[in-house]
């Protein structure tokens, strides 16, 4: 991995250790990923302007996945915590880290790219099933 010293303003910085800390990272990490989400987005020309807090990262199957920005959180997570598991905004707000804003956001997000989000919660669900037997094995 390359260094890059990298200055701030001051005030940004503590922004970025305050959304570092509330997701559980370091400030390296948490500008690692904002760096990553953007540059992703750009590259995949896929970010609606309706939703400026939900990018695209690339996951490791290769498959561009959309996620609350500078959280890792993906909204299909969002989803599936509300809609299958019956968690209210707020309960997923608190068990993943975010605001209720974010969840709101991802939750609109998903009406509005309904397709997409469910195609991706179907293949998360065939991988998590095809992975079974080998921990059965294991």
């Avoid at 068990?95 to 804003?101: A, I, K, N, P």
């Avoid at 998903?110 to 991988?127: C, N, P």
Wanted: aromatic share 8%.
């Amino acid at each position: 991995m390359a260094r890059y010293p990298l200055n701030l303003p001051q005030q940004l910085k503590q922004e970025a250790e305050a959304w570092a800390q509330k997701q559980g990272v370091s400030l390296n990490q948490f500008i690692l990923w904002a760096t990553a989400e953007k540059i992703g987005s750009l590259n995949q020309q896929l970010s609606d302007p309706e939703f400026p807090n939900i990018s695209y990262r690339r996951g490791a199957g290769g498959i561009p996945a959309p996620v609350l920005r500078g959280t890792g959180v993906h909204v299909q997570a969002v989803v599936v915590a509300h809609l299958t598991w019956g968690m209210s905004p707020a309960a997923v707000a608190e068990e993943y880290g975010l605001t209720q804003r974010q969840v709101e956001e991802a939750l609109d997000f998903y009406s509005a790219h309904r397709a997409e989000i469910e195609a991706l919660i179907a293949r998360d669900g065939q991988v998590a099933a095809a992975a079974m037997p080998a921990q059965a094995d294991g």
